[in-house]
């Protein structure tokens, strides 16, 4: 003989499945506290800085002597 299985059991452990890895998922992508999103905006802000501080000019503006046509 088959085994008696609850449909309605079945039914309500599927949706119950289905939002686990809804959650789980989402967990992953938005999982991150305050705190590490705090760090994380404040070090690209630090490293931003950073390289404006450091920039090389690629074409410096002309000074007086370079202007003289020597």
């Not at 989402?26 to 501080?53: H, P, S, V, W, Y």
Request: aromatic content about 4%; hydrophobic content about 30%.
């Amino acid at each position: 003989m088959a085994e008696i299985v609850n449909l309605r059991l079945v039914k309500k452990r599927k949706a119950k499945d289905a939002r686990d890895k809804t959650a789980a998922e989402n967990r992953i992508l938005f999982g991150r506290t305050r705190a590490e999103r705090q760090f994380e905006r404040e070090t690209n802000r630090k490293t931003a800085r950073f390289l404006d501080d450091n920039r090389l000019e690629k074409n410096p503006s002309p000074t007086e002597s370079d202007t003289d046509g020597k």
